[in-house]
């Protein structure tokens, strides 16, 4: 099955610095690659994804690449802000024929922003 | 939408208790997941579903557990009977998938934080 692992567990940056979270996959199959922040007490929320056929997506001061040759993608946040503090998971899933599929998540990192 | 409704919030029971999970998922979603979050484990897909058939319970650890979901809006987690390593965050995911989806996200609910002593 496909093994996700995320690197750093933890990850402390100044406010309004950038922060890099990689992650590689195992499965050359697997074509879809969320990031979800968790806040505490909360379940996982989507905030980013890349499908296999593109190279780098940007939404506002987040950003994902995926390197299918090195089976890596990495959540890229620009001037971090204290709200940016929270868990983050990568996660991976092979799609097969459009049907459903579970996602493989990391160990997820911890961002802490530093004021 | 509600999202993801997931019920109770907090469960604390004996060793040995039945303990039933519930989840309602987002109107219109045709797949619905069943996650366990621990500190050494991280998140782990236990079973899903997809138009209310489970399509892969590789993930649920043994037979203690069982998973339902009998109609599109509706879905439980049973574990019985409760055991002190059974302690975890459960969550339940729900999402539109299959070909020609849009969206691939999933939403999770809040979860169920289960502690069995």
């Known amino acids: 099955g496909e093994n996700v692992e995320q690197h750093p567990s933890t990850l402390s940056v100044q406010e309004g610095d950038s922060a890099v979270i990689k992650c590689t996959y195992s499965d050359s199959a697997s074509n879809y690659f969320p990031w979800y922040k968790q806040e505490l007490g909360k379940g996982p929320q989507l905030i980013i994804d890349i499908r296999s056929n593109v190279g780098e997506k940007k939404d506002q001061r987040i950003a994902v690449t995926l390197n299918k040759t090195a089976k890596h993608f990495s959540l890229h946040i620009t001037e971090t802000q204290p709200e940016d503090s929270a868990v983050y998971f990568c996660?991976?899933?092979?799609?097969?024929?459009?049907?459903?599929?579970?996602?493989?998540f990391g160990k997820g990192t911890h961002l802490i922003i530093q004021p | 939408d509600a999202g993801v409704i997931q019920s109770p919030r907090h469960e604390v029971t004996e060793m040995g208790q039945e303990v039933t999970l519930r989840c309602k998922p987002i109107s219109g979603h045709n797949s619905l997941f069943w996650y366990r979050q621990t500190m050494m484990r991280g998140l782990e897909l236990l079973i899903y579903f997809n138009n209310n058939v489970p399509i892969d319970d590789s993930g649920m650890p043994e037979d203690r557990f069982s998973a339902k979901m009998p109609n599109a809006s509706f879905s439980t987690l049973k574990i019985q009977p409760s055991e002190p390593r059974d302690s975890a965050v459960y969550f339940c995911a729900s999402s539109q998938l299959g070909q020609g989806a849009a969206n691939y996200g999933y939403t999770f609910g809040s979860g169920t934080r289960l502690t069995v002593v």
């Open positions: 996660a991976a899933s092979l799609t097969v024929g459009g049907g459903a599929d579970g996602l493989t």
